[in-house]
């Protein structure tokens, strides 16, 4: 079965660079979410949208911004990285009932 | 939006033994999941149990809705059970889903 699809798996960057994390949800799947987890955390939602439209936001910090695309594949670009970025990043599509995460991106901001 | 704690937050069992764990939530929900991270970091589907039990091997899960909770139940522990376990929630469709901090088990040989 097709599962979600997240691009690059591990990203390492400088401060202050930009960094483009992205994600192919499951077919017919009408909900994205993108999730950032720290280490020894729990995943932080920071954004989801649903049939390409944003449904709902959380803690995003303004140097983040996302979007979703009309093949339905979605972004998350991030400027002026800080080092307290580096995380792992998630991706998730849902139909209206259960939620499948992709493998993650790894972002390490040196 | 909703609050969600997970017990408990730390699980050392030797291998063969059983274990709960329990999940509360501060409103009702009507879409809860558990997974499994495992040590690469992947978040793997155990269930998709908004009420009522389901069960997969060794796991099973029961959720309450009416009193805000669902457990857990891990049988016979194997050592590659070791890793933490979420359990999230939302409230409608669509909504974001909220995770719990979750309980990092370990299983001993």
């Known amino acids: 079965a097709a599962g979600v699809i997240q691009s690059p798996r591990h990203l390492i960057k400088e401060k202050r660079e930009t960094a483009t994390l992205k994600c192919y949800p499951i077919?017919?799947?009408?909900?994205v979410y993108w999730y950032q987890q720290g280490p020894g955390q729990d995943p932080q939602f920071l954004i989801s949208f649903y049939e390409k439209m944003q449904s709902d936001k959380g803690s995003i910090p303004d140097r983040f911004s996302a979007q979703q695309f009309s093949d339905y594949h979605s972004e998350l670009n991030m400027s002026s990285l800080e080092l307290g970025d580096s995380a792992l990043y998630f991706c998730?599509?849902?139909?209206?009932?259960?939620?499948?995460f992709g493998q993650g991106t790894r972002l390490t901001v040196v | 939006g909703i609050q969600v704690e997970q017990s408990p937050p730390d699980l050392i069992l030797q291998e063969g033994a059983n274990s709960t764990l329990r999940c509360n939530f501060s409103d009702s929900v009507n879409n809860l999941q558990w997974f499994h991270q495992n040590p690469w970091g992947q978040l793997i589907n155990l269930f998709y149990?908004?009420?009522g039990t389901k069960q997969n091997g060794r796991l099973s899960a029961t959720t309450v809705a009416t009193e805000r909770y669902s457990l857990l139940y891990i049988s016979s522990s194997q050592t590659t059970d070791s890793g933490v376990y979420f359990c999230a929630g939302r409230k409608t469709s669509g909504s974001r889903l909220t995770f719990g901090e979750g309980t990092q088990l370990t299983v001993n040989p």
């Open positions: 149990i908004p009420s």
């Open positions: 998730a599509s849902s139909p209206y009932t259960e939620a499948f």
């Open positions: 077919p017919r799947h009408d909900t």
